[in-house]
């Protein structure tokens, strides 16, 4: 047994793997404990409950998957940034299969709520990343967007899309890139 302290992010290490090989419901106590090679005191230490570990689990698991999807400073057109978007989410639903649709089960009813509300987060945080994108693109028409068509709406209805088309696990989003293309841009 190692008695040396791991470290949280060693621990999420550990629990992204096992994620990854065996899907969330693989990761409990006593298993992580075992692959960390340390006592399962001292992995209560850093996550007092399963649902705390599900959790940060959790968390962890949208950090890998999202990260790479963040913008970045240079300017890209937003269909061509939907597609890379689109590519990153793929390649993290293929390393931890079944993980959208099967995470919020693995939870106490306490837990349900507080996972729910990491989802949104995300979801959040993809949607700024997302309008920020679509407002930066210089060849979107100047009249793409109305009062009663906003970006705002726009980027609901795409991350909506974006997300049936993972769930239905059909990885194809060029019909998607064609409407935005469609919608957006002049001929």
């Known amino acids: 047994m190692n008695t040396a302290v791991t470290s949280r992010e060693e621990i999420l290490t ?13 990761v409990n106590m006593r298993k992580v404990a075992q692959q960390c090679q340390v006592a399962l005191g001292s ?13 940060a689990t959790v968390e962890s698991v949208w950090d890998d998957i999202f990260n790479c999807a963040a913008p970045t400073d240079a300017a890209i057109p937003f269909d061509r940034y939907i597609t890379n978007f689109f590519e990153n989410i793929k390649r993290g639903i293929l390393k931890y299969p079944n993980f959208f649709t099967v995470h919020s089960l693995s939870f ?80």
Not at 17 to 23: C, D, I, M, R, W
Not at 46 to 55: A, G, I, R, V
Not at 147 to 163: G, L, P, S, Y
């Open 14 to 26: 550990v629990c992204r793997q096992l994620v990854a090989a065996s899907g969330l419901a693989s």
């Open 43 to 55: 992995l209560y230490y850093y996550f007092p409950s399963k649902d705390e570990l599900l959790l």
């Open 108 to 187: 106490s009813t306490r837990g349900q709520a507080e996972g729910q509300a990491k989802m949104h987060k995300y979801l959040a945080k993809m949607k700024a990343h997302m309008l920020q994108v679509l407002q930066k693109d210089q060849a979107v028409r100047p009249d793409a967007f109305s009062a009663a068509f906003t970006e705002d709406k726009f980027v609901d209805f795409i991350i909506m899309h974006v997300i049936s088309l993972l769930l239905q696990k059909n990885f194809d989003c060029t019909t998607l890139t064609e409407i935005i293309r469609r919608i957006i841009y002049c001929n």
